[in-house]
Each structure stands twice: as C-alpha cells, then as structure tokens.
C-alpha cells in the first residue's frame, strides 16, 4: 500500500477561524512533510518530522501549528490566516534514510 | 547546496509520438536520487520514476525511460508512446541519502499530449 491520505480535499475558512488538516499513512515511513503548493508552481517544503519529532520548520510563520501524534499521522492546525496563505497543502512520507517521497492529494485551501 | 533546473516551462507533443524533458542539477555530493513526478491538472503527484546515482543502468518503468549523464548532471525523461493521460505538469527532484535530506525540485514543465 503506498497510499497517503488526507483530509479535508477542500477547505474553506475566514481569517479568523482555527482549522486542522490531516494527513495519515501506513507504510511504515517515519519521516513526514508537509508542503504548501501554489498554482503551476514546484511544492514548498514547510515541515519535516523524523521519528515523530519535528526536524525542520522552513521558517514558517507561527500560523502554521504542526503535530505528529504518532507514526502514521499528520496534523497541521491552521490560525487566524492571511488571504496569500490560499494555496494547495501537500503531505508526503518516506523512509527517513533517504529515497522517494509519497504525496497525499493534498487539501485545497481558500482562505477568505 | 543544490539545485535542479528544468528550463522548458511547457511542451507539445502528438498522441503515440515521444518526447523527452530535460533536466539538469548541480551538486558536489556523490550519492544522491533523482526523480521524475507528476501532477495532472488537479490531481495528485506521483512518482513516475527514480535513479540511484550509484546505478549506471538507466531506470526504465513500461514508457518512461531516462537518460542519467552523472558526469554531465542531466537527467531527462523520455516518454514513447505518449497518452492523453500523460497530460501533466513533470517535476524533476533531487535528494541526498541520508537522514533529513530534503527533496528539491525543479520548476517544472507543463507537458501536453495532443489527440
């Protein structure tokens, strides 16, 4: 099973509001990411976590809230976000040695 | 640091004919990946298909084919017998063995197959 799954696939919120986007696998990989897409555009890493711990955060603003309760899960809580912040949130896995990475559908957010 | 190039930002192509997508990076490290992805309008990205750097054989997976020049660092797709289904943006991508490392993409090329 090389699936990764995430929910919502779409999303629409008021910059006001506090959401979450979820992301979850189970082939064993215990690296996860979280990217941010825009339009005809290559995806922009946000966030790593290697053995559930966070490993890297791309200078993100604090808006962006990451979570990895355990090894197959993902969580990105989103608040009080700005209009540019509209894009297509990606998740990918991978064996944290190294190799390819798994992407989700990912979830189109609007932000209004 | 490293980088990958895609120069072409769109390609045309004939249903059943082939086409190739190039792609250059640079890097001073020895073992690394190179991967193809690709995203349908709208949809999800997958992998179409990976080369080890220590591999000299190029990867070849049903229709897709590359081309692996290390000493040159070129890693172009080729795709015979091209679908309407192969409609897509093509993402080239780099990443070093190791823990941590990151995958960095090139910019992209938006391939469109025509009936």
């Known amino acids: 099973d090389t699936e990764v799954t995430q929910t919502p696939k779409h999303l629409v919120m008021g910059m006001t509001n506090k959401k979450s986007l979820k992301c979850e696998q189970h082939?064993?990989?215990?690296?996860m990411y979280w990217y941010k897409q825009k339009a005809k555009k290559p995806p922009e890493l946000m966030f790593v976590?290697?053995?559930?711990?966070?490993?890297i955060n791309e200078s993100v603003p604090s808006r962006f809230s990451p979570e990895c309760p355990n090894s197959s899960l993902l969580n990105l809580h989103l608040h009080a976000l700005q209009p540019e912040d509209s894009a297509l949130y990606l998740c990918?896995?991978?064996?944290?040695?190294?190799?390819?990475?798994?992407f989700g559908p990912g979830t189109r957010l609007t932000v209004t | 640091a490293q980088t990958v190039t895609q120069s072409q930002p769109e390609m045309s192509v004939q249903e059943a004919e082939t086409v190739t997508l190039s792609c250059t990076y640079d890097?001073?490290?020895?073992?690394?990946?190179l991967f193809w992805y690709k995203q349908p309008p709208s949809r999800q990205m997958i992998l179409v298909i990976r080369?080890?750097?220590?591999?000299?054989q190029n990867a070849t997976e049903n229709r897709f084919s590359v081309n692996f020049q290390k000493a040159a660092k070129s890693f172009s797709l080729k795709i015979s017998d091209s679908q309407l289904g192969d409609t897509a943006m093509y993402f080239c991508?780099?990443?070093?063995?190791?823990?941590?490392?990151?995958?960095?993409f090139g910019k992209g090329i938006t391939l469109s197959v025509r009936p």
């Open positions: 990918a896995s991978s064996y944290v040695s190294g190799g390819e990475q798994y």
């Open positions: 082939m064993g990989h215990r690296a």
């Open positions: 976590y290697s053995y559930e711990k966070l490993s």
């Open positions: 890097t001073s490290e020895n073992n690394y990946y």
């Open positions: 080369q080890e750097a220590y591999k000299q």
């Open positions: 991508a780099f990443r070093l063995t190791g823990a941590n490392s990151k995958l960095t």
